[in-house]
């Protein structure tokens, strides 16, 4: 990444000059959103879905944003391009700050935003943890606040201690649960489980994040004909499903095989999540935009 081109401000910079103000608001406080999204062959999807995301988070921390599909697709169609990655599929994300301020936590008026974007190629390690399954480990402790819960906050921390948890006891993903023992999300990720022939995901009133490819997989389910449903799901559920899966805008549908140890179904990918991948997959390279 450190000789990658970024966007900076309006500005499309080496990676290497790219600086940050020491008392950007993201920095000091977390204050701010990021978004992260998938291009497929250069051609972005989702990206609408992405921005109506993150300007809502916006508005809820009142952010100033720019909500424009068309400004966004020729910044984003030109990262692509002079990080030669038009003809690959890649990582994109978008950093939005609420700016420059050392006045104290309560943030003074009229500061102007800082934005990034920055894109780098799909890691191999994608596609072997669709064909392979991951593992994950529970963790028991409480979410952001229902006041941020629908948002993708620069306040990860809960989510990178997770993931640490995760790498200690050997897994990929941390699941976070309520404290009455309810599955909620991954650090990472969106969960469902199918248990015969059904499928189960969280609802978004307990508190998770409203993923993307979360939604398109709840469509996508319906259209093909499949039993899916939004309600809780206890520990014992996950444990004892014939088929469980993660979704995320970068992991796509990854299947789970493994949580807290014990093997979830015959501990291969299932054909359900196999086939909801397919189709997803079709989706997405059917449906991207092709930036001019």
Not at 22 to 42: C, H, I, N, P, S
Not at 215 to 243: C, H, R, T
Request: overall charge positive; charged content about 20%.
């Amino acid at each position: 990444m450190k000789n990658s081109t970024i966007y900076l401000n309006g500005s499309f910079l080496p990676a290497s000059k790219a600086n940050i103000n020491v008392f950007d608001r993201g920095l000091l406080y977390g204050d701010g959103l990021f978004e992260t999204m998938r291009a497929y062959k250069g051609k972005v999807f989702a990206l609408e879905e992405h921005l109506k995301r993150m300007a809502h988070g916006a508005k809820v921390l009142k952010i100033p944003f720019m909500n424009n599909t068309n400004k966004w697709q020729q910044i984003i169609n030109k990262l692509l391009k002079l990080n030669n990655l038009r003809d690959k599929d890649s990582y994109i994300r978008i950093t939005l700050t609420r700016g420059i301020d050392f006045h104290g936590l309560l943030p003074k008026n009229n500061i102007k935003p800082t934005i990034i974007v920055a894109a780098k190629p799909i890691s191999a390690i994608v596609k072997k943890r669709q064909r392979t399954g991951i593992r994950a480990i529970t963790i028991n402790f409480s979410k952001a606040s229902s006041q941020t819960s629908s948002i993708k906050s620069l306040n990860f921390i809960d989510n990178v201690i997770g993931i640490m948890m995760a790498k200690d006891m050997e897994a990929d993903e941390a699941i976070f649960t309520s404290p009455s023992g309810e599955i909620l999300e991954g650090t990472i990720s969106n969960i469902f489980i199918v248990k015969n022939n059904h499928i189960k995901t969280p609802s978004i009133k307990s508190g998770i994040l409203p993923g993307i490819t979360r939604q398109f997989v709840i469509n996508l389910a319906k259209k093909m004909g499949l039993k899916i449903g939004e309600s809780p799901i206890k520990k014992i559920d996950i444990l004892n499903s014939d088929e469980a899966f993660i979704t995320n805008s970068i992991m796509e549908i990854t299947p789970l095989i493994m949580v807290d140890k014990k093997i979830i179904g015959n501990g291969m990918p299932g054909k359900i999540t196999r086939n909801i991948h397919k189709a997803y997959k079709n989706l997405a390279e059917a449906s991207v935009h092709i930036y001019n």
